[in-house]
Every structure is written in C-alpha cells, then in structure tokens.
C-alpha cells in the first residue's frame, strides 16, 4: 500500500510555470511505473507523463517539450514542472505509482486564466 498527496495546483494564468508534487506515504525506489494523469471536465481521464525507476520518460503529445516529470526516491517524491501553461491544461491532476490499476492520489485542481 501507498498513499499518495499531491500539491501544488491553484489559479495560474496562462504562460505560468507551477510545480506540482506528490509525497509517497514510504518509498518509492521499488515503484518501477509513476505517472502524472488529468482530467478536465467532461472529459475521461489521460496521460499526461510517466517515468520509471531507471528515469525513462514518456508524456502526452499536447505537454511534450513543456511539461517535466522527475522523481526524487530519496525524498519519495515525484514531481511536474509544467512550463508556457495554456487554458486546455485546466485539469485535476492526479498522481498514479505502480501503474493505473494500482494507487492513486486524490488529485490537485489546476486552473489556468487567459
């Protein structure tokens, strides 16, 4: 088990450069899989980056080149920096370990102003 809390998210106007992080309730060296997902109104949920355990990295097209996802194990900590934001990232965010049938935290709203 793993629980999961993320912080960071709020009212940002668009261009802004917010840092969302999740805190892992132990560690997270042996989590091979996290992610970050959102999910706007209406919409289903989705990918939004993950990175594994040896730092690979894989994020959704519409992010790529301005969002990071990183992980700090010594801190069970993972993080997004999210770069140029724009008003269609208005999302809950939600932080995923271990794959998205396993554990997830409950989500931290990002609202970006034109």
């Known amino acids: 088990q793993v629980q999961l809390v993320e912080s960071g998210g709020g009212l940002v106007q668009a261009g802004g450069s917010p840092r969302l992080s999740c805190a892992a309730s132990?560690?997270?060296?042996?989590?091979?899989?996290m992610g970050w997902y959102r999910q706007a109104p209406g919409k289903q949920r989705e990918l939004v980056a993950t990175i594994t355990s040896g730092r690979n990295t894989n994020y959704a097209d519409s992010v790529k080149g301005r969002f990071t996802i990183s992980r700090d194990n010594a801190k069970n900590t993972l993080y997004l920096q999210m770069n140029s934001l724009k008003p269609e990232d208005t999302a809950i965010y939600y932080c995923?370990?271990?794959?998205?049938?396993?554990?997830w935290g409950q989500g931290t709203q990002v609202t970006v102003s034109s």
């Open positions: 995923n370990a271990g794959g998205y049938n396993s554990y």
């Open positions: 132990r560690s997270i060296v042996r989590i091979y899989a």
